[in-house]
């Protein structure tokens, strides 16, 4: 068995960005988003993640992207849990008219709102999952630790 090796956020390694992407694209295409909607998300151009479709993408990820994806994932794995099928493939571009979204389907208040949306919905989602009433409310101070400039 390999020895364990510790994922260096601050540096992503070309291998890591790799994984990322596949994982992102696989969640992207299930979640039938279009290719301005997965870039917006990622926070790339529209020509990079034409790239990264075809395999074809080989620079390094910021450390912002990598948050971006972390969350993707992390409200994949949410919605897969909480949810049956089709419901947990849907969920991202439905309306929905809970307090986070007002009426917007969450992949749009996640492309307006950046990455501090990002970890609302995943702390959302995942105290649904864990049968708590979620904390809508995220201060400022909670996501500093998140940002290392």
Not at 15 to 23: D, F, M, Y
Not at 35 to 44: F, G, M, N, P
Not at 96 to 110: A, I, M
Request: glycine share 6%; charged share 25%.
């Amino acid at each position: 068995m390999p020895p364990n090796v510790p994922l260096n956020l601050e540096e992503p390694g070309q291998r890591l960005t790799e994984v990322a992407l596949k994982a992102l694209t696989r969640i992207f295409v299930e979640w039938r988003l279009s290719q301005t909607e997965a870039a917006a998300i990622a926070d790339l151009s529209a020509s990079s993640w034409k790239r990264i479709e075809a395999g074809d993408y080989n620079r390094k990820l910021s450390k912002d992207q990598m948050l971006r994806i972390g969350n993707i994932v992390g409200i994949y794995k949410c919605l897969k849990l909480y949810f049956n099928e089709p419901i947990a493939s849907k969920w991202i571009s439905l309306e929905n008219d809970g307090p986070l979204f007002r009426g917007q389907r969450p992949v749009d208040s996640l492309i307006e709102q950046g990455l501090p949306q990002f970890f609302r919905v995943r702390t959302y989602l995942g105290a649904l999952l864990a049968g708590q009433d979620p904390d809508l409310t995220i201060e400022p101070e909670q996501l500093e630790n998140c940002f290392h400039t």
